[in-house]
């Protein structure tokens, strides 16, 4: 459903600057043509900016460091660059281009890859090659309905896991972005808790909600807003949940989850990282370095975290 509903607008958005154009060039007036269509291709970037503009605003006393204008501006261009091929091009064209990697041959750790809010599996698709090349088997899910409640994901995010189990044996490593931290928390509480994975990884997820979900609309979006009945229900089923099983990555320029301490869990294994946005936050080379060492690294005697020191940076 997301693919075609992204592949409506994506062709949408082309239709309508090309008829802009040539309606204005028939029209001899080339600068509107040229302006108006560049405006609703890239109109996507005004908005991206307005919301940079509320990172900087809603800081308050977050214990994350402020970002700087300098850092903000780096990110949104990151994240105009980053957008389209995900929401325009890898999404909606190329969902399936990369399977799922299940080798007949038992005995590596697995890792199981849930994608975030308006999202589906096709996200992961610069990873899918780098876990393949690294020999990691991976299942990448596509959470639907796309605009239902959060806890509906759970059972997906189980039977992507039972797959994993069965085919090396092994608990996964589930990596989860933005909303996916959520899907894999609700996972956790109603499939039997952390058992079920050997490590827990999420990449800018509203653990605490965002300061954006009050807008939401779809009923997933208001789950993520701060302070949700959702959110407190999550909680009080994890009682014996132990966060040091987790690495959560969040950054002061994330234009979606802010303040950015809300990406943050108590007691887990905290990574800032810094000038970087939101869903380009997948790209930075710590992020699936980290997921690869707890694939592969053996665990450190003195902080019980997985060795990365042998994995290449790309």
């Known amino acids: 459903m997301l693919a075609r509903l992204q592949q409506f607008t994506t062709v949408s958005l082309l239709i309508a600057a090309a008829v802009w154009?040539?309606?204005?060039?028939?029209?001899?007036?080339?600068?509107?043509?040229?302006?108006?269509?560049?405006?609703?291709?890239?109109?996507?970037?005004l908005f991206l900016a307005v919301e940079f503009v509320l990172v900087w605003f809603v800081h308050g006393d977050d214990p994350a460091p402020k970002a700087s204008a300098g850092q903000l501006f780096k990110a949104w261009v990151g994240e105009v660059l980053t957008a389209p091929r995900v929401f325009c091009w890898q999404q909606p064209f190329r969902s399936n281009s990369e399977p799922d990697f299940l080798p007949s041959q038992p005995g590596r750790r697995g890792v199981v890859l849930v994608h975030g809010f308006v999202c589906n599996r096709g996200f992961w698709n610069r990873w899918a090659p780098r876990l393949r090349e690294q020999g990691v088997p991976f299942i990448a899910v596509s959470l639907e309905p796309v605009f239902g409640t959060i806890s509906d994901y759970a059972p997906i995010v189980d039977q992507a896991v039972r797959r994993i189990e069965q085919a090396t044996g092994l608990t996964p490593v589930v990596v989860g972005h933005s909303m996916g931290g959520l899907a894999i928390r609700a996972w956790l509480a109603a499939f039997g808790g952390l058992e079920r994975a050997h490590h827990v990884v999420t990449i800018g997820s509203p653990h605490r909600g965002t300061w954006l979900g009050r807008f939401g609309t779809s009923q997933n979006a208001r789950e993520m807003a701060m302070g949700t009945d959702w959110q407190r229900a999550l909680e009080a089923r994890e009682s014996t949940l132990d966060a040091a099983r987790f690495t959560?990555?969040?950054?002061?320029?994330?234009?979606?989850?802010?303040?950015?301490?809300?990406?943050?869990?108590?007691?887990?294994?905290?990574?800032?990282?810094?000038?970087?946005?939101?869903?380009?936050?997948?790209?930075?080379?710590?992020?699936?370095?980290?997921?690869?060492?707890?694939?592969?690294?053996?665990?450190?005697?003195?902080s019980g975290k997985a060795s990365v020191d042998a994995l290449p940076a790309r």
Do not use: Q
Request: net charge negative.
């Open 248 to 302: 959560c990555f969040y950054s002061h320029c994330d234009n979606i989850v802010f303040p950015a301490s809300n990406a943050t869990m108590p007691g887990a294994d905290n990574r800032h990282v810094t000038g970087i946005a939101h869903v380009h936050m997948m790209d930075h080379p710590e992020v699936l370095k980290e997921v690869l060492a707890w694939t592969t690294g053996p665990l450190s005697v003195a």
């Open 21 to 45: 154009a040539a309606w204005f060039v028939d029209a001899g007036r080339p600068a509107w043509a040229v302006m108006g269509a560049l405006l609703i291709v890239f109109g996507y970037a």
